[in-house]
């Protein structure tokens, strides 16, 4: 069962110099391979997959997967940000030619003819979002090192998109995205060391580190988040508690719920677009 806070993101969306170009990168990040709607469903697998034994197991599979669900809200948000900031040469031309107008200006044709200048399931060129990159094998351990890879190639894709843009933002958006990344990482590690993995598993670890890390939130690069409206306690369990398995930092508990402070706050649609909702027989 999941619930929904409405009006409130888990971390704040603000653009400074709307890019439609760069929304159609971050479009990378919702439904590529590397994306956050990958790892969503295949922490949601993985946890229907998980007997009653492993319950532990199962609820933090659950929470990060509900965590990555308010990713995309964030990502989704920043494109239509983004895209508000379209040119006034392809607004203006978006009832002729707007798929030539909206190519040549670096946007995402399919942003403009099916979606109204918002996001969409879709990576950066504009393929749709495949199930097949998700891994829930049903074991546990297997599962967790698929998990450490899928967080590492997300955490890369974060790092380059922060370097593709000047918008500071973007950036401030991108950092939180990176440093929960990290988390995500180090989390599942502690979870096969609490399976009892040897501890020489750790000499060879798909985790770039090359990304600097005081451009990484440090308040959110170590905290497990919980996503449950029942706000439980900290479970005191190794990826909520002590050293963090790349030993940079101390693993934290905090509650997804004492975060939510800002709303999407979009713009109104762009009247060419088409998107109000009209009473029938209303002609203004």
């Not at 094998?137 to 297997?142: C, D, K, M, R, T």
């Not at 690069?221 to 306690?233: Q, V």
Request: proline share 6%; net charge negative; with cysteine.
């Amino acid at each position: 069962m999941f619930y929904h806070d409405n009006g409130k993101l888990q971390y704040e969306v603000e653009v400074e110099e709307p890019n439609p170009e760069f929304a159609k990168m971050l479009q990378q990040a919702i439904g590529g391979v590397e994306g956050e709607m990958r790892v969503a469903l295949q922490y949601l697998f993985q946890a229907w997959a998980l007997p009653q034994k492993h319950s532990e197991y199962r609820h933090a599979l659950l929470e990060t997967a509900a965590e990555e669900l308010g990713h995309i809200e964030m990502l989704a948000t920043a494109v239509a940000k983004n895209l508000e900031g379209a040119p006034v040469e392809l607004r203006n031309q978006m009832g002729q030619d707007s798929a030539v107008s909206a190519a040549m200006n670096g946007m995402q044709p399919r942003q403009v003819l099916s979606s109204g200048l918002h996001a969409m399931p879709v990576d950066s060129n504009g393929v749709p979002f495949n199930g097949s990159c998700i891994v829930a094998s049903g074991n546990l351990a297997a599962d967790m090192y698929a998990n450490v890879m899928a967080e590492s190639t997300g955490r890369l894709l974060a790092t380059r998109l922060w370097e593709m843009t000047d918008d500071d933002g973007m950036k401030d958006m991108l950092s939180y995205l990176i440093a929960r990344d990290t988390m995500h990482q180090n989390q599942w590690l502690a979870l096969l060391q609490d399976l009892g993995d040897p501890d020489d598993m750790f000499d060879h670890l798909p985790v770039p580190d090359s990304f600097p890390d005081e451009m990484e939130q440090q308040e959110f690069n170590y905290s497990f988040m919980s996503t449950d409206i029942n706000e439980p306690d900290d479970p005191q369990k190794p990826w909520t508690q002590g050293e963090s398995v790349d030993g940079e930092g101390s693993f934290s508990f905090i509650r997804e719920k004492d975060l939510g402070k800002t709303e999407p706050n979009l713009q109104p649609p762009n009247e060419k677009a088409h998107n109000e909702v009209k009473e029938q027989g209303d002609d203004d």
